[in-house]
């Protein structure tokens, strides 16, 4: 069992920044590959980056590919998000997503097992 907990979401400006993190528990083979997620209103839901935790692996989506910065803390077990420049099309629930497996499972678009309760962003002027 995975536990995941979003926070950091809030409203900001064009061209602000904000950093969202993850916090995570439980057993470290499910939660091999990590992703954030993220749906604004009446959009599908987007992947904005996943990473793999046993290879150091990351993927970053075309639409924040740039703007955004992955890091991670182990002595916290929290990964980051921080993203730059952030425009109006950035707004909508962001949710960690994590699932086991390797890399090329997690990039075949495998379903993500376990996720968090979603922290919101909202941008505008």
């Known amino acids: 069992q995975v536990h995941l907990a979003e926070s950091g979401g809030g409203s900001v400006q064009p061209g602000g920044s904000l950093t969202l993190a993850c916090q995570f528990s439980?057993?470290?083979?499910?939660?091999?590959?990590m992703a954030w997620f993220r749906q604004g209103p009446g959009k599908e839901r987007e992947t904005v980056i996943m990473?793999?935790?046993?290879?150091?692996?990351?993927w970053y989506g075309d639409s924040v590919k740039g703007r955004v910065t992955f890091s991670r803390d182990d002595d916290k077990n929290t990964v980051y998000l921080k993203m730059n420049n952030l425009k109006p099309e950035d707004s909508g629930m962001y949710f960690c997503?994590?699932?086991?497996?390797?890399?090329?499972?997690?990039?075949?678009?495998?379903?993500?097992?376990?996720w968090g309760q979603g922290t919101q962003v909202t941008v505008s002027s």
């Open positions: 997503a994590a699932r086991g497996g390797t890399w090329s499972t997690c990039r075949n678009g495998a379903d993500f097992d376990y």
């Open positions: 439980g057993s470290a083979a499910s939660r091999n590959c």
């Open positions: 990473f793999y935790t046993g290879g150091g692996v990351t």
